[in-house]
């Protein structure tokens, strides 16, 4: 089996999912209790947030932990629009981003809230001009991901983040969910940033929401005490733990990792456009653990089956797009229907093997002309 799909999920570690049962076992305790079990349970979160906050740079008390990226995502739009809304109703987003934020803005512009959509140029980097025509006073929001997850374009996060300082009623929340585990990632221009554990070898159903101290946000869930006030629910001490322990081993040799994946990335950039109706979609703008490509008059899930008969398993679009549709990303990046009604994303990892990129050429090979020649 080879797997090119770790962009969506990747498979939990083994030393990842030992801490989730060691702790499940010993410190089962619930840690808001006041026995010495309680106790004991609390100070190893404490712990383990320590941990996290040393890793990423940030304050113990700027973590907040939810299920995912998908909830924190929520948590922040949704919170920051009913929160503030006295001092405005305008949010700007790109073309570039994941279902959960997308969801949570329409819903908002149901209740009155007004969207605008920054422009990008050709290499899907958003236009800094576009954006100081677009800002207002008004403006209480600007979500951007810091990594683009269907084609990898990654954003000028810190040079957005240093202009929207001149804005002091806006707050500037990414989506970087497809940057931690991957690269490092400097959250000092950051006012709010969400990721999850299962996109770097962590048990899924975890993940943080990153505030700034002085941000008030009111919590999507109310009810009972938990390690924050903005997140309710018993503290999933397991999970937490198994997150900390995740994202330690994601920074051991992370630079070293991000070279491999480089390697990789490039080899198969240069056998994929040796094909005539292959068209790379992802630049040198995006991050190499992602490859976008069409292949075109190829339906996506046309070619992703047929290499599954080989036991080689990629992506159409994101995990969590509607099917059956061309992909917003690369149209919003190509200005091609044809190309975005053709692209597949192969995703890499530090795991990836230089025989298994030679078996899926070898396979691709065997697919592009079997499902080309059928025109």
Same mark, same amino acid.
């Given at each position: 089996?080879?797997?090119?799909d ?33 106790l ?27 299920? $995912?990226?998908?909830? &924190? ?27 959960? #934020? ?21 290499? $899907? ?9 677009? #800002? ?44 931690? $585990? ?11 940033? &969400? ?8 048990? %899924? ?17 109310? $009810? ?21 322990? +995740? ?9 070293? %990792? ?12 240069? /056998?994929?456009?040796k094909?005539?109706?292959?068209k790379?979609?992802s630049?040198k ?10 292949i075109?008059?190829? /339906? ?32 919003a ?29 070898? +396979? ?12």
């Amino acid at each position: 089996m080879i797997y090119l799909d770790y962009s969506a999920t990747t498979k939990t570690d083994e030393e990842v999912l030992s801490s989730f049962l060691l702790a499940s076992q010993k410190y089962f305790a619930n840690p808001n209790s006041l026995h010495k079990l309680g106790l004991e349970a609390n100070k190893l979160i404490e712990s383990s947030t320590n941990q996290i906050a040393s890793i990423l740079n940030v304050k113990p008390s700027e973590i907040i932990y939810t299920s $995912g990226s998908s909830e &924190s995502n929520n948590t922040v739009i949704k919170s920051i629009a009913y929160t503030y809304k006295n001092r405005g109703k305008h949010i700007i987003t790109t073309e570039f981003e994941h279902s959960s #934020i997308y969801s949570p803005i329409s819903y908002l512009q149901k209740e009155g809230f007004e969207i605008d959509f920054v422009k990008t140029d050709k290499n $899907g980097l958003v236009d800094m001009n576009d954006l100081k025509k677009i #800002i207002r006073d008004d403006t209480i929001l600007v979500t951007i991901a810091s990594v683009n997850s269907e084609i990898g374009i990654r954003q000028p996060i810190e040079k957005i983040g240093s202009f929207l300082k001149k804005y002091p009623k806006c707050f500037f929340h990414v989506d970087a969910t497809q940057s931690v $585990g991957k690269e490092k990632i400097d959250f000092k221009n950051i006012d709010l940033a &969400s990721f999850s554990a299962h996109k770097f070898y962590g048990v %899924k159903g975890i993940g943080v929401l990153y505030k700034k101290e002085s941000i008030e946000l009111e919590p999507l869930i109310h $009810g009972g005490k938990s390690t924050t006030k903005y997140r309710s629910g018993t503290p999933a001490l397991p999970l937490i733990v198994s997150l900390a322990k +995740a994202l330690r081993l994601a920074y051991q040799d992370i630079d070293k %990792k991000y070279e491999y994946i480089s390697s990789l990335n490039e080899y198969l950039k240069e /056998k994929l456009t040796k094909y005539d109706k292959v068209k790379i979609n992802s630049n040198k703008y995006c991050i190499p653990h992602i490859l976008n490509f069409s292949i075109l008059g190829v /339906k996506p899930e046309t070619m992703q089956h047929a290499l599954e008969e080989f036991d080689i398993y990629i992506s159409t679009q994101t995990a969590c797009s509607s099917k059956n549709t061309m992909s917003k990303g690369v149209f919003a990046l190509t200005k091609d229907k044809e190309r975005a009604s053709s692209s597949v994303r192969v995703s890499l990892s530090h795991l990836t093997t230089k025989e298994e990129i030679e078996d899926f050429l070898n +396979a691709f090979d065997c697919c592009y002309n079997k499902l080309t020649q059928l025109r």
